[in-house]
């Protein structure tokens, strides 16, 4: 087969899409020793990485890279659905298309839906390069239930949102599992002591990881997280994760003690921050698959997260699970896991949720789907 795939994506780093992107990819490439692949991509600005990362494998892909702003292909796949993408890649046996655009195809075509938070919450979006988010995706996504002949999805939960929102029959959805990055191992005490050093970060924390807006909840995090502070405990709250809309909560490190706002963390500084950090708490509204969850379990920290949309799936019976809209079972989520003697056990049974999920699998379940639809 000659497989094409848009990874146009993963020029945003640090995004969740990004990380599957290139994680998938990756794996594929590692796995896979038969099939041509090509990969498509465009940037007007950032299209070095897209060249920087096909050097690691320009001897097993083609690249198909333009230097085009995405807003052009916008106008001619999301709106006019005109010009197939075969006219950049060449002639595809299967193309897999990426979370922003949706081109047509001569050949067989597999989307993945990571969310329909487009649909849930779309006042989480705001409008980004002078386009509008939400209308875009959801053109994207009316394309993609008219022309795509598989989706692929990375939760039962998405499925069902996808079944229910989208009205694509479920015979037409792959669910296909995420994974973390392998670098997100626990970390020695002497990087996780390094790591605070730097961000100024004393004595036992909390953490919480993401994008600051609405839908991952920071604002009952911290109500909680006082509440908590109040009874005693002393522990401070650290949040990584840079602005993205909404109401900032900027203006509480002044009012909350021991509350800090790290900003945007580099990747690679993760591991050691959930390493180090007492729990990682994560009672997010509403999320695709979660994936901060595993980050922290295969890091040793134990995890309260939501008891909503698709994060007990990937949770299991590995974190404590709380009603995100409840300061009060979140607050006890935190107490519990804070507790020595039910922390051990926790920690263990993270340990062991993270190892069953893996890209490499991840990377066979996609092959499979190109496959069924090469048949």
């Known amino acids: 087969m000659r497989i094409g795939i848009d990874i146009s994506q993963i020029v945003f780093r640090g995004t969740g899409v990004a990380t599957y992107t290139k994680n998938l990819v990756d794996s594929l490439l590692e796995i896979d020793k038969e099939n041509e692949y090509v990969l498509f991509g465009s940037s007007l600005r950032l299209k070095h990485f897209l060249d920087n990362y096909h050097t690691t494998y320009s001897s097993q892909s083609e690249a198909k890279f333009y230097q085009i702003p995405p807003s052009v292909f916008e106008f001619l796949w999301n709106r006019l659905d005109v010009v197939p993408i075969e006219r950049f890649t060449g002639k595809l046996d299967v193309f897999h298309t990426s979370d922003w655009l949706e081109p047509p195809a001569r050949c067989p075509k597999v989307t993945t839906i990571h969310d329909l938070a487009v649909f849930k919450y779309p006042e989480s979006f705001t409008p980004f390069g002078g386009h509008d988010i939400v209308q875009n995706l959801k053109r994207k996504l009316k394309w993609v239930k008219k022309e795509s002949d598989l989706v692929i999805t990375v939760s039962q939960n998405s499925k ?106 580099p990747h690679d500084e993760l591991p050691a921050l959930y390493s180090g950090a007492r729990v990682f708490v994560y009672p997010s509204l509403y999320e695709g698959f979660g994936l901060p969850v595993l980050e922290a379990m295969n890091c040793g920290c134990p995890v309260v997260t939501s008891n909503v949309s698709s994060l007990p799936e990937v949770a299991g019976d590995a974190a404590v699970l709380v009603n995100p809209e409840s300061v009060e079972e979140i607050a006890q989520g935190i107490k519990m896991m804070i507790d020595k003697k039910m922390r051990d056990a926790w920690i263990r049974k993270g340990f062991k949720r993270a190892k069953e999920f893996s890209w490499r699998r991840a990377a066979k379940e996609t092959l499979a789907v190109y496959e069924e639809l090469n048949k």
């Open 160 to 265: 069902k949102d996808i079944v229910e929102i989208l009205e694509i029959p479920q015979e037409k959805i792959r669910v296909v599992y995420e994974a973390c990055d392998a670098e997100f191992v626990q970390k020695s005490d002497e990087s996780v002591e390094r790591i605070k050093k730097k961000y100024g970060i004393k004595g036992d924390y909390i953490l919480a990881v993401g994008t600051r807006e609405p839908r991952k909840n920071l604002e009952r995090v911290i109500e909680a997280f006082s509440a908590v502070s109040g009874q005693g405990l002393a522990v401070s709250l650290v949040i990584a994760g840079k602005f993205g809309w909404g109401r900032d909560i900027e203006n509480l490190k002044f009012k909350i003690k021991n509350l800090k706002l790290l900003g945007y963390v």
